[in-house]
Structure formats: structure tokens, C-alpha cells
């Protein structure tokens, strides 16, 4: 079960990966990929003070970092 759960969130991060291969910072999209949700649901955590660290950027381009997705998955980056 651990494992069927690592093999999903490592092809996860390959299909993400390959389409961010230069930058660290992922749009909704791409982290709900990462982490196998949708985008609704990470604007439902960020209105709720919910989920992965994010940065808006120009008070309207939501950003996630890999590091801080990573930290959510393990269960510490909670904002």
C-alpha cells in the first residue's frame, strides 16, 4: 500500500517535471498534479488557510514552490 502510494507520487513528480524542468515554482495546475488533487481544492485550502505554502504574485499569479510542496506531502508545510 506505502509503496503503490510512493510509485504514484514519484510518477507525479516525473510528469510534472518534465513539464517544469527549469523552474521550481509550479501554478495550480501543476501542483495539483504534484499532489494529486485539483485546483479547486488547493483554492479551497488557500481560502481556508489550508494546504502547501504558496506566493502571489502581482496580487493576482498564485506560486507554488517544489520545496514547499514536498513539505506539505510530509506533512510540515501546512500554511
Not at 518534465?18 to 495539483?32: E, G, L, V
Not at 485550502?45 to 513539505?71: C, M, N
Request: hydrophobic letters at 35%; glycine letters at 8%.
Amino acid at each position: 500500500m506505502q509503496s503503490e502510494s510512493i510509485e504514484m507520487i514519484e510518477d507525479a513528480m516525473r510528469r510534472v517535471l518534465d513539464n517544469h524542468k527549469r523552474s521550481p515554482w509550479f501554478d495550480s495546475d501543476a501542483a495539483a498534479e504534484y499532489l494529486s488533487c485539483t485546483p479547486g481544492t488547493l483554492k479551497t485550502w488557500r481560502s481556508r488557510g489550508e494546504g502547501p505554502r504558496y506566493h502571489v504574485i502581482q496580487t493576482k499569479l498564485v506560486r507554488y514552490h517544489i520545496e514547499a510542496l514536498d513539505a506539505f506531502v510530509r506533512g510540515g508545510g501546512v500554511r
